[in-house]
Nanobody, 121 residues
Framework: QVQLVESGGGLVQAGGSLRLSCAGS????????MGWFRQIPGKEREFVAA????????YYQDSVKGRFTISRVNAKTTLYLQMNSLKPEDTAVYYC??????????????WGQGTQVTVSS
């Protein structure tokens, strides 16, 4: 079973940038579509971005288009999310997960610990 470990979060001022990483373990990581999701306390987890297993296609939530870039390096079993022009409303815990139905449906029986992103105004 693939384990996923998110990292790279932190505190940043509005307009700043962060790069999140998701380290996967297991031989099947490279065959999965993968995505990033985020959750604010008290709200449901929401989709942010997705990338196909071969990086041919990507898909983004409208609010992050043009600011966030999802990418992956299968040889390193790692997924990335480059976040630029950050806004206070991007503040959340960010999670990576397998996409079971393209482009936004995650595998719901497993979530990692996530990484906190806080954007100050």
């Amino acid at each position: 079973q693939v384990q996923l470990v998110e990292s790279g979060g932190g505190l940043v001022q509005a307009g700043g940038s962060l790069r999140l990483s998701c380290a996967g373990s297991g031989r099947t990581f490279g065959s999965w579509h993968m995505g990033w999701f985020r959750q604010i306390p008290g709200k449901e987890r929401e989709f942010v971005a997705a990338v196909t297993w071969n990086s041919v296609s990507t898909y983004y939530q409208d609010s992050v288009k043009g600011r966030f870039t999802i990418s992956r390096v299968n040889a390193k079993t790692t997924l990335y999310l480059q976040m630029n022009s950050l806004k206070p409303e991007d503040t959340a815990v960010y999670y990576c997960n397998r996409i079971t139905e393209w482009p936004m449906t995650p595998r719901n029986d497993y979530w990692g610990q996530g990484t906190q992103v806080t954007v100050s105004s």
